[in-house]
């Protein structure tokens, strides 16, 4: 991944507005977070930008935080059986 010629650190990565009612498609998510690989962030601008380029990236990320939120869930429900 890159914006302005410079690429982007994936594991900085950070997303936001992900809403499980909006699932499959997630539409108010968007990156909140990110880094240039020299560790420098990114603006305000050049996260909108990296949204708008980058939607395929912040609907997986969606999904596996609504995936890893469910699990979190089970896991706790599982746990509350056993007390």
């Not at 992900?18 to 020299?38: I, K, T």
């Not at 980058?54 to 699990?71: K, L, P, T």
Request: glycine share 6%.
């Amino acid at each position: 991944m890159e914006i302005a010629g410079r690429n982007i650190n994936i594991g900085s990565l950070e997303i936001d507005g992900v809403d499980s009612s909006d699932y499959p498609d997630f539409c108010d998510a968007y990156f909140s977070y990110a880094e240039f690989d020299d560790g420098t962030e990114l603006t305000d601008a050049e996260l909108e930008d990296l949204t708008d380029r980058y939607g395929d990236v912040i609907n997986m990320m969606a999904h596996e935080d609504c995936v890893s939120q469910a699990e979190d869930a089970y896991d706790r429900w599982k746990d509350s059986q056993y007390d």
